[in-house]
């Protein structure tokens, strides 16, 4: 992939590697066709796919859906594949113990996808723990944690997340973040879940250590929407060095993160919780 352009979602990177036609070993692309929105799967399947395209061995999965912010239709349609592509990622039962990790800056709006995802979360593990007889067989148990940027903490994001872990023994670690995109147009309207981690900050320069089953020691599942673009994707000005990178968003980021936000919550929320509604996830986070 072209070092100068940074993208933090592997169907990009692999477009971009495989520019000149040439085919790609290691990495397998597949497309379907969900009611009007674009599933596609990139699998990279080695160390040749994972070196050419610069994303790590393992399953990304994205969906397209440019009226999402608009369309309650296909919020709701959105919601069921999140739901049942994490499914097919894991094993999940009632059993089970999930840590939900809202990744960035609250603060930054572009940067705040994370944290305003566990507002729409169903936090279970403190009910099935002391309020067990109230709930169904089919909700699992479920935490959340927001842990900030080093710049906020002092802290790496994964040594608090690391920390939390070894306390809690989750059997599944879900990570929200904020992504960086290459093409404007995937741009709120991308959708990327993968079962090979994180690297917070890669798209945007800023990398930091990864969140994933090697460092954590559980299997991580990342989610995430591409809110930026670096401004040298989209302009034919010479930005100076040290304003690189200058990264853009869109005029309603706001409503943005707020749509994407509620909608993968529900998809995360489906997928932890067996055969519950969205109309029961409502009257339950409000």
């Known amino acids: 992939m072209p070092k100068n352009i940074r993208t933090d979602l592997a169907l990009e ?15 397998i692309v597949t497309n379907r066709d969900e009611n009007g929105i ?32 608009y369309s309650t239709e296909d919020y709701k349609n959105v919601c069921g594949l999140i739901a049942h592509e994490i499914r097919e990622m894991t094993d999940i039962s009632s059993s089970s113990l999930t840590l939900v990790a809202g990744l960035g800056n609250r603060a930054i709006t572009p940067d705040a996808l994370g944290t305003e995802t566990l507002s729409h979360i169903m936090v279970t593990h403190h009910l099935k723990k002391h309020m067990q007889e109230y709930l169904g067989d089919n909700i699992s148990g479920v935490c959340a944690i927001a842990p900030g940027v080093l710049g906020t903490t002092g802290m790496e994001t994964v040594e608090t997340i690391k920390g939390i872990v070894s306390l809690l023994r989750p059997d599944l670690v879900i990570a929200v973040d904020a992504l960086a995109a290459a093409d404007i147009s995937r741009v709120s309207n991308t959708i ?19 969140i994933n089953l090697e460092t954590l020691g559980v299997k991580v599942i990342a989610v995430g929407v591409p809110t930026v673009i670096d401004a040298r994707n989209i302009s034919d000005v010479d930005i100076p060095e040290e304003l690189s990178p200058l990264m853009v968003t869109t005029k309603d980021i706001d409503l943005v993160i707020k749509k994407c936000a509620k909608t ?12 519950i509604t969205l109309e029961e996830i409502s009257s339950f986070t409000g």
């Open 192 to 210: 990327q879940i993968s079962d090979a981690g994180i690297q917070p900050g890669a798209g945007v320069g800023n990398d930091r250590d990864g």
């Open 264 to 275: 993968i919550a529900d998809g995360i929320n489906l997928a932890l919780h067996e055969n």
């Open 38 to 69: 674009t599933v596609s799967r990139v699998e990279v399947t080695n160390t040749a796919g994972e070196k050419a395209i610069g994303k790590s061995i393992g399953n990304y999965i994205t969906i397209e859906c440019p009226n999402l912010k």
């Open 13 to 27: 990177a692999h477009r971009l590697s495989s520019a000149d036609g040439r085919k790609i070993e290691g990495v």
